[in-house]
């Protein structure tokens, strides 16, 4: 099942606008394990029959390797093509030279034979294209950007598990004249098509119903952390014959598969440190990413543990390597299995002791039982309660969200004001300056901005700031009219930063939990 029904749709445009001589080349970005290969090949699938798609992933291996199955890659494609089967043979025959620079811009060039010969339109997919830098070939994003600006009839399709790197080559190397990339980022799906999906795996668990909410929330940004938890889960499920509650089942399953030495996701989390250990500042690193697990955002939090020298490159070097994210002077940890992970199995080792496996997974319980009752918190408060409570909790950090940059003033005072259209607005005082947020569950139209552009006109004093908060996010047309009225758009990706920032989860769904408060934690195993 496709977690991501919307970029599947916007993929499908993008190849049928192609079809019709628009060409706007993509790049998909996101970490290991969030669905983008599985949208590439789902793309390549349904691509329409008009046109030609070549599709190369490019491993961490020799040079040779990959040329050969980019060779191999366009052979596919149109099998029986006289010029193109001979260009790749001119191509392959700088590799026993071991020219393999050459080689590589040679097999590029097969391609606007292919589109000739063939007579159709082609879609070039390079899936993790930075590892062309790590295989050594020189200069190979110049040689990419220069087919990007000349290769009318080549669709470009790009694909990385490094966001920061992505980014930094797309705006230095190939966005260059005509070779604009739409960058898609693979941030968490919509939960509403996840839930069926993780249903289907607990079929035969007690509580499926109320566990299902919460496992989309908080591992729903990767289907494989999903897939990797909820088989665990079905086995457990199996030894047990149905003796176990759901949430027992799902508390040990997590066990197994981050607090365990030799869980999956244990390991995967180590692979991602392990690189911290051979630099010069790798263990100020190590207590940096732990006390932001454990609740540091601000250069002031996390100086006053770690010490301010040279912090503020160490987190630079720690964003660059995709473990942090920065909004403004706050840093996050986006990746809810690594987060866990440091604030207990790493945050129990980091003082060089053995540390018993015991003291670990009640470390490990606690940090779970702490998550799931925000979790329960998030489900019986309204959403407008819970952005009331957020706003009254701002202390003036400053954070980048929707490309701006603003402070978050303290405030005296926070009201809700309830309107029709399940829309809340809220008025926010402090400091002689007035907020005015509009805060609305369903996805946002041009109306509800309308609307809400009159509310904030009629107050007495103009607000300092104007906020929409779109739980389901908001129509297009909508998004640009609010943006000429200088409204500032909070969807799901700003709102999960603010609440990182001030320990909150958002619920998933608009439905109420019946659950306790802390029923997970009288659940876990001892």
Not at 40 to 51: F, K
Not at 275 to 290: D, P
Not at 457 to 476: C, D, F, Y
Request: aromatic fraction near 8%.
């Amino acid at each position: 099942m496709n977690l991501r029904p919307e970029l599947a749709s916007h993929l499908g445009q993008r190849l049928e606008a192609f079809q019709h001589g628009f060409r706007h080349n993509l790049a998909l970005i996101g970490p290991s394990g969030s669905g983008k290969t599985y949208q590439l090949q789902q793309m390549a699938a349904a691509a329409p029959a008009g046109m030609n798609l070549i599709y190369c992933p490019v491993y961490r291996e020799s040079c040779r390797s990959f040329l050969l199955r980019l060779a191999n890659s366009i052979r596919h494609a149109h099998p029986d093509l006289p010029r193109t089967s001979q260009a790749i043979e001119a191509a392959e025959g700088f590799l026993s030279r071991r020219s393999f620079s050459e080689a590589f811009n040679r097999m590029l060039d097969v391609v606007p034979v292919f589109v000739e010969e063939t007579g159709k339109p082609c879609v070039f997919v390079l899936d993790e294209f930075l590892h062309l830098e790590d295989l050594g070939l020189g200069h190979a994003f110049q040689e990419l950007g220069k087919r990007v600006m000349t290769w009318p009839s080549t669709l470009f399709v790009l694909a990385s598990s490094s966001p920061y790197r992505a980014r930094v080559i797309l705006r230095e190397r190939l966005q260059l004249l005509f070779g604009q990339f739409e960058l898609l980022e693979l941030d968490a799906p919509d939960p509403v098509p996840a839930q069926p999906w993780i249903s289907s795996h607990l079929a035969a668990i007690p509580e499926a119903a109320e566990l299902t909410p919460f496992i989309a929330s908080w591992l729903g940004a990767s289907p494989w952390y999903l897939t990797v938890v909820l088989t665990r889960v079905q086995e457990l499920a199996a030894l047990s014959a149905g003796a176990g509650s759901g949430q027992k089942l799902l508390a040990e399953a997590l066990w197994d598969v981050v607090g365990r030495q030799q869980g999956p996701l244990h390991q995967w989390c180590l692979t991602r440190t392990s690189a911290l250990s051979h630099l010069r500042s790798g263990s100020r690193m190590m207590e940096c990413l732990i006390h932001i697990a454990e609740g540091a955002c601000t250069l002031t939090d996390i100086g006053s543990r770690v010490g301010r020298t040279s912090l503020s490159e160490i987190l630079q070097q720690l964003v660059e390597q995709d473990l942090l994210l920065r909004r403004g002077s706050c840093w996050f940890i986006q990746d809810s299995v690594l987060r866990c992970w440091l604030a207990t199995v790493a945050a129990s080792q980091r003082s060089g002791l053995l540390v018993d496996d015991v003291v670990l997974r009640r470390r490990f319980e606690a940090f779970l039982a702490a998550v799931w009752s925000e979790w329960i918190e998030a489900e019986q408060v309204p959403f407008v309660d819970q952005i009331v409570r957020l706003f009254g909790r701002f202390s003036d950090e400053t954070i980048v969200l929707d490309g701006k940059t603003g402070r978050l003033p303290r405030f005296s005072r926070v009201h809700a004001e309830t309107m029709e259209d399940q829309v809340g607005y809220l008025l926010a005082e402090g400091d002689g300056k007035t907020w005015c947020a509009a805060v609305m569950e369903k996805k946002i139209d041009e109306a509800t901005v309308g609307s809400f552009d009159a509310f904030c006109r009629m107050r007495k004093s103009k607000p300092a700031r104007k906020v929409l908060i779109a739980r389901r996010g908001i129509e297009p047309n909508a998004l640009l009219l609010a943006k000429a009225v200088n409204m500032w758009v909070w969807e799901n990706r700003e709102l999960n930063v603010v609440m990182s920032l001030y320990g909150g989860m958002l619920h998933a769904e608009s439905h109420r939990s019946s659950a306790p408060v802390g029923a997970l934690a009288q659940h876990l195993p001892r």
